[in-house]
């Protein structure tokens, strides 16, 4: 069962994804940083490039915070295979493409789908502004961070569970995909089209997702100020402007040892709970993958008994010669 095999293997996914992240985690900085500076630099040159640059940027600030949302399940599934045993796909190349293609796709959707909730709820609600206020609506990067905030604060209306649960159906329809993209394959070992394996799995996988939301939302009261922490994507697209400050001595006077020490847990405890989707989307492929086996063995067997059935049709009808 994929629920329960997901615990262990995300343990083993943790500690290895706890080495390669700090490297990603620069690199994530460094695109940051370079988008930022260089939109600025095109805004103060001229008028046509910075009108331009202004309508150029937003698209392309959202795109880093999709690629930086998404290339992460594409590592932590990459590893979670190996340590099934699977060969992968070793082009970190690859990978970044594949961050790019899969993060529009989600945006794209997402905002799609939020867009629709906002919009029907508005106009049930026989509001003037309901169509501009939809699309002005900005879809949940990490639905299950937002989710859980919402349920340990108490302030979850029906608009934004329905818009929450909505992106968490997208992504969970999603991991299986970025699973046979970080193989390089799918299950059955043949090619495949990038959207191969999606929805695949899909109750377990919401399950997953579903039970992951309910921890984060167990644990977030004990994590005090530091609850902003929990949710590995939120960290890395909302919160890591201030791990750098930290790093670097820019911090607030009153940010104890102690809010460190919160800090710190709340972000390893993102770390395993994310590494526990990556195990969930792993541990689909795998599933796919023996299933795949057990059609071939089937099919195999089913061919084999054709084959002695026909041949004790020849065999019956050849006239028989006496001795």
Not at 9 to 24: H, Y
Not at 43 to 50: A, R
Not at 109 to 122: E, K, R
Request: glycine share 6%.
């Amino acid at each position: 069962m994929i629920l329960l095999r997901s615990f262990p293997l995300s343990l083993s996914i943790f500690w290895r994804f706890l080495l390669v992240l700090p490297l990603w985690i620069v690199f994530y900085l460094v695109i940051t940083t370079f988008s930022v500076f260089g939109s600025l630099m095109l805004i103060g040159s001229n008028l046509i490039v910075t009108i331009f640059a202004m309508i150029v940027i937003p698209f392309v600030m959202t795109a880093i915070v999709y690629i930086i949302s998404m290339h992460p399940y594409l590592i932590g599934i990459r590893i979670g295979l190996r340590v099934l045993g699977f060969r992968t796909d070793p082009s970190q190349k690859r990978l970044l493409i594949g961050a790019t293609g899969y993060g529009l796709l989600e945006a794209i959707v997402a905002f799609i789908f939020t867009s629709i909730l906002f919009a029907g709820s508005l106009i049930l609600l026989r509001s003037e502004v309901g169509l501009l206020a939809a699309l002005q609506v900005d879809p949940a990067v990490d639905p299950i961070a937002t989710l859980s905030r919402e349920l340990a604060f108490g302030a979850m209306t029906v608009l934004s569970f329905l818009s929450a649960v909505a992106v968490m159906a997208l992504r969970a329809a999603i991991l299986p995909a970025l699973a046979n993209f970080a193989a390089g394959r799918s299950p059955n070992g043949v090619s495949y089209s990038s959207v191969d394996g999606f929805g695949a799995n899909f109750v377990m996988m919401m399950a997953l997702l579903l039970m992951i939301t309910a921890i984060s939302a167990v644990i977030i009261p004990v994590a005090g100020d530091a609850f902003e922490y929990l949710g590995l994507t939120n960290v890395l697209t909302n919160e890591l402007g201030d791990i750098v400050l930290f790093v670097f001595g820019d911090k607030d006077v009153s940010f104890t040892m102690l809010h460190a020490f919160m800090v710190a847990t709340a972000i390893l405890v993102s770390i395993w709970l994310f590494c526990l989707q990556c195990a969930g989307a792993a541990l689909s492929y795998a599933s796919r993958a023996e299933q795949s086996v057990s059609r071939r063995e089937v099919a195999v067997q089913a061919q084999q008994a054709r084959s002695d059935d026909i041949g004790e049709l020849l065999r019956s009808r050849m006239p028989k010669h006496p001795k």
